[in-house]
């Protein structure tokens, strides 16, 4: 079925990036969060994102209100109904997921694609929460998702071939790079990145190094563009948190136990950039 409006539940950092590569390639987008002021947070923030576009002349204004007027944005999931493919982006909790997708079955009509931009959740287990597991699929988008080419493609056991090709064909439309990936927890990317961080954020707690020199030599010793602990407070300290745990509890080795500062970061509220401190702090002076 052809694909002119994309729902996207979810309007944080991730949703509000999806949102936006969605109406700059010429979709419709309903965004949906769980309070007005999330959702005018992140309608400013595609706002400014499209601005900057503006200001290079990638895009021109008029382009810029063309996208804008496609945003729609809600706190009701019943808006779905009328969104050809869904890309779930709430927080990764796994019993959150579990009952959005559940209440998207019930309102999304039969036959239609519900994806997940879960970091590490098995997909076969979000699919099985619907009366349509062939048609639940991982689409694991980047941060940021307007710089960021991968899109990992993820198949629960169910996922039909139908649904693992179109989800495909979508990425590309949205100018990115989709590779598979088969349903383990953390799939490719996370099983690999996750350890990582995890390991700098142990170095970090036993006195290995300060942060800015771990990072320091993980940029310029192993060419990473960002050190992991800056990319850890740019990911979300509770998402890496999450993602552990899952890494963890689906794998069963506890090589992937969370580092405890982790946890206490995580237990105080520093989640990194999002709340304007983690390892660093992002507090304008
Ligand atoms: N941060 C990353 O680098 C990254 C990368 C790839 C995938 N992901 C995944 O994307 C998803 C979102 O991550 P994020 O970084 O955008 O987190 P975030 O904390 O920035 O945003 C999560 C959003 O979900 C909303 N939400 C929570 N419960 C909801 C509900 N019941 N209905 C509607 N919205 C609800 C929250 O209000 C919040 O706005 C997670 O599954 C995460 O694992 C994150």
Known sequence: MAISRIGVLGAGQMGSGIAQVSLMSGFQVVLADVSDAVLAKSRAGI?????ILVRKEKITEQDRERMMAGLATTTSLAEFAACDFTVEAATEKEELKLDLFRELDGVVPAGRILATNTSSIPIT??????KRPDKVVG???????????LVEVIRGLQTSQDTFVATMELSRKLG????PANDFPGFVANRILMP?????????M????KAEDIDAIMRMGANHPMGPLALADLIG?????????????????PKYRPCPLLRKHVDAGYLGKKTGRGFYS???A
Do not use: R, S
């Not at 706002?47 to 601005?51: E, V």
């Not at 036993?206 to 190094?209: K, T």
């Open 237 to 253: 300290l509770d998402t890496c948190l999450e993602v552990l745990n899952v890494l963890q509890q689906g794998l069963g080795d």
């Open 125 to 130: 287990k979000i699919a099985a929460a619907t």
């Open 206 to 209: 036993e006195g290995v190094g």
């Open 282 to 284: 992002y507090e304008k």
């Open 196 to 204: 990582m961080i995890n390991e700098a954020v142990y170095a970090l």
């Open 176 to 179: 990115k790079e989709p590779v």
């Open 139 to 149: 689409m694991h988008f980047m941060n940021p998702v307007p710089l960021m080419k």
């Open 47 to 51: 706002g400014k994102g499209l601005d």
